[in-house]
């Protein structure tokens, strides 16, 4: 079993529609949670952190749930330059070595 | 700004030749990290480096090694290239031991023939 998984998708949604990702952990140890967006062929750049009490940034809400071991990922609105694939990552106690997901690919349609 | 820079964007090599991957960052980062990116599996650490000479392995090191001789940089090398290395990588740098400041380089593309 992947320590941090993912459903592939892609999703495609229509522009203005909501769409939420998942992603689970394995690992009951980990401490630190995020989400990077990566565009085609392009490196991955942080979106957000994910904090405990559930954070939220603009149309990106992001949640934590410890007990059942996953984090969301909640677009509102969604635009076309939200196509992206997003990925989860998370932290153990190491602090500083990240374990990424395989990613989920949004494609946002007109 | 960050910027971590990585020697070729597209490399082609054959089988068992020796191939070096560069990567620079120009922010005085402590730790400087190695994946690789293939589909379906996402990024897999293959080392890491927390200082100048010092190094780690992480999860998929075999048939990797890496050098650290100076801060800014942080090399990669495929002893004896394999079909299976083809894949993309990524090198990532961060100060201290910040996660949510990690940088990317903007990837290489090995193709081994």
């Known amino acids: 079993r992947k320590e941090v998984e993912q459903d592939p998708g892609p999703f495609n949604v229509p522009e203005g529609a909501t769409v939420a990702f998942n992603c689970t952990y394995s690992?009951?140890?980990?401490?630190?949670f995020f989400w990077y967006r990566q565009d085609c062929r392009k490196e991955p750049k942080l979106l957000m952190s994910?904090?405990?009490s559930g954070n939220e940034d603009g149309r990106f809400t992001a949640q934590l749930n410890r007990a059942s071991q996953y984090i969301s990922l909640l677009i509102r609105d969604s635009k076309l330059s939200d196509s992206a694939t997003y990925l989860c990552?998370?932290?153990?106690?190491?602090?500083?070595?990240?374990?990424f997901g395989g990613g989920t690919r949004l494609m946002v349609k007109p | 700004d960050v910027k971590v820079t990585q020697s070729s964007r597209y490399l082609v090599k054959r089988t068992g030749e020796k191939v070096f991957l560069e990567c620079v960052q120009d922010?005085?980062?402590?730790?400087m990290f190695w994946y690789r990116q293939d589909p379906g599996l996402g990024l897999r650490l293959i080392y890491f480096?927390?200082?100048?000479?010092?190094?780690e392995k992480g999860d998929i090191p075999e048939g990797y090694s890496v050098s650290r001789e100076k801060k800014e940089r942080f090399s990669l090398i495929l002893e004896s290239a394999s079909t299976n290395q083809t894949s993309m990588y990524l090198c990532?740098?961060?100060?201290?031991?910040?996660?949510?400041?990690?940088?990317f380089g903007p990837g290489t593309r090995l193709t081994v023939l």
């Open positions: 990552v998370v932290t153990h106690n190491a602090g500083n070595m990240l374990t």
């Open positions: 690992n009951s140890a980990s401490q630190s």
């Open positions: 994910v904090y405990s």
């Open positions: 922010m005085d980062h402590e730790n």
């Open positions: 480096s927390y200082d100048v000479k010092m190094k």
């Open positions: 990532a740098s961060i100060p201290g031991a910040r996660a949510d400041t990690q940088y």
